[in-house]
């Protein structure tokens, strides 16, 4: 089975946890298809006709080695230990034969808030215009087209099963404001690994600005619009499982 599909199975036997670090196993990929609080859609591969199994919500993207990544958020990873995400990892990234990483290897960290994950006879069909060569991720739109009727598909059978309390909280708001036809996605609820995490960069940003001498000015920069504590958005990023 392929890695996605196994990462897959082992968290969608975990809605007690309330975040996902779905990664990247090469350190040197980036990650900037989404904003924050932007739904971000699990479709698995070709073995399984590209079915549609679940999405969570995208906090942020970090770059951390596969130690730090297993003890920030351990099960979230998507695998029963730390040597067991090395060897998935090991599947993707060729260092010889023989060789494989090592805990200190580099992986990118996409992290996401309240994963949600369908059963199989409740996966999506997949996009009518998916083409097998796409081998990383695309981005719908969600107010017209697949995007639109997957995202709806993903509410719908969201709104069907039981569901951990921050899921619960975060799958209300979206349809709240949804329902209003405000176009907004909310301000993710964090569970404990990204919630650290978060506290510890806005930290180390504090500490890295220089102290202000005066008045400063300056030209506003362009932010993402807030309104009622949810983020403006109306895309979507679909993908198909950890890409080389």
């Known amino acids: 089975m392929s890695t996605d599909y196994d990462w897959y199975r082992f968290l969608s036997t975990r809605p007690d946890l309330d975040e996902a670090n779905f990664w990247k196993p090469s350190g040197g990929q980036s990650f900037k298809a989404l904003r924050r609080g932007e739904p971000l859609i699990f479709k698995l591969k070709a073995a399984h006709r590209h079915a549609i199994v679940g999405f969570g919500l995208f906090t942020l993207f970090q770059h951390m080695s596969v130690y730090d990544a297993w003890h920030l958020f351990g099960?979230?990873?998507?695998?029963?230990?730390?040597?067991?995400?090395?060897?998935?990892?090991?599947?993707?990234?060729?260092?010889?034969?023989?060789?494989?990483?090592?805990?200190?290897?580099?992986?990118?960290?996409?992290?996401?808030?309240?994963?949600?994950?369908?059963?199989?006879?409740?996966?999506?069909?997949?996009?009518?215009?998916?083409?097998?060569?796409?081998?990383?991720?695309?981005?719908?739109?969600?107010?017209?087209?697949?995007?639109?009727?997957?995202?709806?598909?993903?509410?719908?059978?969201?709104?069907?099963?039981?569901?951990?309390?921050?899921?619960?909280?975060?799958?209300?708001?979206?349809?709240?404001?949804?329902?209003?036809?405000q176009g907004y996605y909310?301000?993710?609820?964090?569970?404990?690994?990204?919630?650290?995490?978060?506290?510890?960069?806005?930290?180390?940003f504090d500490a890295a600005s220089p102290p202000k001498l005066g008045p400063v000015h300056t030209t506003p920069e362009p932010a993402v619009a807030v309104e009622n504590g949810v983020y403006q958005g109306v895309r979507s990023e679909v993908w198909p499982g950890h890409s080389s």
């Open 75 to 181: 099960d979230a990873t998507g695998a029963p230990g730390m040597d067991a995400v090395v060897e998935r990892v090991g599947k993707y990234v060729h260092r010889g034969e023989m060789q494989r990483p090592s805990r200190s290897h580099t992986i990118g960290c996409i992290l996401l808030a309240s994963p949600i994950f369908f059963e199989k006879p409740l996966w999506i069909r997949a996009p009518a215009d998916w083409k097998n060569q796409i081998v990383a991720g695309k981005t719908y739109s969600l107010d017209h087209g697949e995007g639109r009727r997957i995202w709806q598909e993903c509410l719908a059978r969201a709104a069907a099963i039981p569901l951990p309390e921050s899921a619960s909280e975060n799958l209300g708001r979206i349809q709240e404001v949804t329902t209003r036809g």
């Open 186 to 204: 909310v301000e993710p609820r964090l569970g404990q690994g990204l919630f650290r995490l978060s506290v510890t960069q806005h930290l180390a």
